[in-house]
């Protein structure tokens, strides 16, 4: 397309699940000029992953000041800018700097929110702001206020009215990535496996590089987890009478032999949820898809994850409450008691139209509700109309 550029910025390396998740791949096909921007300075930790694309069109940029060369070289009037730069204080200076250049841009986020209507008690509040130096709990809130209550509105950026989401707030509905896998898969016979199969979610805990980021920490033995994993799944295998197989996480390290000789697939999770007999799951995000199928699912974790990061096990507790379920503390627990059920269809319903989906796009790919949407703006652009996105 002449004169329409579409420039997607990113926090670290970009990988083709990115690609696939923010449905650059479709756009690319359609027709648009495309330039894929890898921010490396925002998150170092993020930037070595297996599977980074190697497009001509991808620049890895390593600075600020590079960047902000690089935006203002770009013609604005024929440019839109695709972020999944969250709306943090960290991140607040190349959001600004998107504002201040009067760019149109647009938040994308196709992640689910695995926390639906739970929030900290006084008493878990202040059970994690003692659980650890005090002054590392405070800081990350005071900057928070700062960001909300006082940058933003200096900057008079309304942030909410640049995002396209799964689930408010948000100036467009999407799906969920989740969901989309799951609007590709449902009429596709194919499976991985012919025998049947309970299916284990790895979230690549604990050496997952976001560990750091998300929850302070860093170096973590991996072994007292994967010896109450796997003396867990042999417990289940003995009571089902069915093998566990491993969806491993697209960053996980682990191998078959972690897992005691397990099947272990990588970048074949839907697929594998799809047609799996139960599903065994701390909190991953493609845990919703269970939800979709309504696969009897269930939710647990060893105690040495409460021991090491007891915040990750708050909201897996609360993740599973989202559903009407219960997290078991699996070191202990006896053959006998271990009970591996459907989703109540309240919670699975609520979940799906709220978070997932919405009535009027539940048939639509997210190409064919942003193309349209991507095609009005550059429309506008060119008849130099004013854009509400930067208000």
């Given at each position: 397309?002449?004169?329409?550029?579409?420039?997607?910025?990113?926090?670290?390396?970009?990988?083709?699940?990115?690609?696939?998740?923010?449905?650059?791949?479709?756009?690319?096909?359609?027709?648009?000029?495309?330039e894929l921007w890898s921010l490396r300075f925002l998150r170092v930790?993020?930037?070595?992953?297996?599977?980074?694309?190697?497009?001509?069109?991808?620049?890895?940029?390593?600075?600020?000041?590079?960047?902000?060369?690089?935006?203002?070289?770009?013609?604005?009037?024929?440019?839109?800018?695709?972020?999944?730069?969250?709306?943090?204080?960290?991140?607040?200076?190349?959001?600004?700097?998107?504002?201040k250049e009067r760019y149109v841009f647009v938040y994308i986020n196709?992640?689910?929110?695995?926390?639906?209507?739970?929030?900290?008690?006084?008493?878990?509040?202040?059970?994690?702001?003692?659980?650890?130096?005090?002054?590392?709990?405070?800081?990350?809130?005071?900057?928070?206020?700062?960001?909300?209550?006082?940058?933003?509105?200096?900057?008079?950026?309304?942030?909410?009215?640049?995002?396209?989401?799964?689930?408010?707030?948000?100036?467009?509905?999407?799906?969920?990535?989740?969901?989309?896998?799951?609007?590709?898969?449902?009429?596709?016979?194919?499976?991985?496996?012919?025998?049947?199969?309970?299916?284990?979610?790895?979230?690549?805990?604990?050496?997952?590089?976001?560990?750091?980021?998300?929850?302070?920490?860093?170096?973590?033995?991996?072994?007292?987890?994967?010896?109450?994993?796997?003396?867990?799944?042999?417990?289940?295998?003995?009571?089902?009478?069915?093998?566990?197989?491993?969806?491993?996480?697209?960053?996980?390290?682990?191998?078959?032999?972690?897992?005691?000789?397990?099947?272990?697939?990588?970048?074949?999770?839907?697929?594998?949820?799809?047609?799996?007999?139960?599903?065994?799951?701390?909190?991953?995000?493609?845990?919703?898809?269970?939800?979709?199928?309504?696969?009897?699912?269930?939710?647990?974790?060893?105690?040495?994850?409460?021991?090491?990061?007891?915040?990750?096990?708050?909201?897996?507790?609360?993740?599973?409450?989202?559903?009407?379920?219960?997290?078991?503390?699996?070191?202990?627990?006896?053959?006998?008691?271990?009970?591996?059920?459907?989703?109540?269809?309240?919670?699975?319903?609520?979940?799906?139209?709220?978070?997932?989906?919405?009535?009027?796009?539940?048939?639509?790919?997210?190409?064919?509700?942003?193309?349209?949407?991507?095609?009005?703006?550059?429309?506008?652009?060119?008849?130099?109309?004013?854009?509400?996105?930067?208000?």
């Open positions: 397309m002449k004169n329409q550029k579409l420039i997607f910025i990113h926090e670290g390396a970009i990988t083709n699940t990115i690609v696939r998740m923010y449905i650059l791949d479709k756009l690319i096909s359609y027709g648009f000029d495309i930790l993020w930037n070595e992953l297996p599977g980074e694309i190697d497009y001509d069109n991808y620049y890895r940029l390593e600075s600020f000041r590079e960047f902000k060369e690089k935006i203002r070289d770009q013609d604005r009037f024929h440019t839109v800018v695709i972020s999944s730069i969250s709306d943090t204080f960290a991140n607040r200076h190349v959001n600004f700097l998107l504002h196709p992640y689910n929110d695995v926390i639906v209507g739970k929030g900290y008690t006084m008493r878990e509040r202040i059970q994690l702001a003692f659980s650890s130096n005090i002054l590392r709990k405070l800081f990350p809130e005071i900057k928070k206020i700062l960001h909300n209550r006082i940058l933003k509105p200096l900057h008079h950026l309304n942030f909410d009215k640049h995002i396209i989401a799964c689930r408010e707030p948000r100036i467009l509905a999407i799906n969920s990535s989740e969901y989309e896998a799951y609007l590709a898969l449902k009429s596709k016979p194919e499976k991985e496996f012919h025998e049947k199969y309970m299916l284990f979610i790895d979230i690549g805990y604990p050496t997952h590089p976001d560990m750091p980021y998300f929850y302070g920490i860093r170096d973590l033995d991996e072994k007292p987890y994967l010896y109450a994993m796997n003396k867990f799944f042999d417990l289940i295998e003995k009571k089902y009478k069915l093998p566990v197989v491993i969806a491993l996480h697209p960053k996980s390290t682990y191998s078959s032999e972690d897992f005691g000789g397990r099947h272990t697939l990588r970048y074949k999770t839907h697929a594998l949820i799809k047609d799996a007999e139960a599903i065994l799951t701390h909190f991953s995000s493609s845990t919703t898809l269970a939800v979709l199928y309504n696969k009897p699912t269930l939710f647990f974790y060893p105690r040495y994850m409460m021991e090491k990061t007891s915040k990750a096990v708050t909201k897996l507790i609360w993740y599973a409450e989202s559903f009407g379920k219960k997290a078991v503390i699996i070191d202990d627990v006896k053959e006998e008691s271990i009970e591996i059920t459907p989703f109540a269809e309240e919670y699975r319903r609520a979940y799906i139209y709220s978070i997932m989906t919405t009535k009027e796009h539940e048939n639509l790919t997210n190409s064919e509700i942003m193309i349209p949407f991507i095609e009005d703006i550059f429309d506008k652009l060119e008849k130099g109309i004013e854009m509400s996105l930067n208000s």
